[in-house]
């Protein structure tokens, strides 16, 4: 295939916006993941901790231990949109819609009854929910979304709801949970750079004051 003088200049400088979007895409994603990883352990302060890369420049696993007041365990999922490829980057847009933070928070306290927060129209294909059949559902609104509660008790809804509205941004969180098979405490959110101490701050205070109290237990 013979190549015209203009389809190889559009190859060029197809060459070189890619190269400059690589390390720009990258710079700006190694910035972010490191700003999360010192504005959380700042406040988590663990004793131990460990890493997983999860590959290239999308982001990384943490585990820390913590073992202090009702904070066992602390471990979180950061995954970025790709900013370094200028191919991949508009269809990630389409397909994951922006960068994404995954909490699974494990407290010393028992939780004992399960309860969901599900922003509506978030997920294409719905989470699997253990025992969904069983639990009472309806539809709140919490800062102009709609989110579907799931609970076996109103009152343990109603604590996840106000944490979602004390939040820097509402809107960003797609999914609580409290989930007693696992004892876990779950968020699910997209990430804001400038709001991230604050909101972990206030899942930290969650997890040692509300999830202590005899709602939740």
């Known amino acids: 295939m013979e190549l015209t003088s203009g389809l190889l200049l559009a190859i060029m400088v197809l060459a ?3 190269s400059i979007q690589f390390y720009k895409g ?13 504005s959380i352990e700042e406040v988590v302060k663990p004793e131990d901790k460990d890493y997983v890369w999860l590959g290239g420049y999308i982001g990384f ?8 007041d009702n ?3 602390f471990e979180y999922t950061l995954t970025l ?17 922006h960068d994404k933070i995954y909490f699974v928070i494990r ?8 309860a969901h927060l599900i922003q509506k129209g978030y997920y294409r294909l719905k989470p699997k929910i253990e025992n969904e059949d069983f639990l009472q559902r309806e539809t709140i609104e919490i800062a102009g979304k709609e989110y579907e509660a799931l609970f076996e008790k109103r009152r343990d809804v109603e604590k ?3 944490l979602v509205e004390n939040l820097s941004k509402p809107h960003n969180v797609k999914h609580v949970s409290l989930t007693p098979k696992t004892n876990v405490f779950y968020v699910f959110m997209k990430p804001e750079p400038d709001t991230i101490e604050e909101d972990v701050k206030k899942l930290v205070r969650f997890t040692n004051e509300r999830l202590k109290e005899s709602p939740f237990s």
Not at 26 to 38: A, G, I, P, S, T
Not at 84 to 96: E, G, K, N, Q, V
Not at 107 to 114: L, Q, S, T, V, Y
């Open 107 to 114: 407290p010393f306290a028992e939780i004992r009854r399960e």
């Open 71 to 73: 904070l066992r365990k």
């Open 81 to 97: 949109l790709p900013r370094h490829s200028i191919l991949y980057f508009p269809i990630a847009l389409l397909t994951s819609r």
């Open 160 to 162: 996840l709801k106000e």
């Open 61 to 68: 696993r943490a585990s820390y231990k913590v073992n202090r």
């Open 16 to 18: 070189a916006v890619s």
């Open 26 to 38: 990258r710079k700006l994603n190694l910035q972010l993941m490191q700003h999360y990883l010192r």
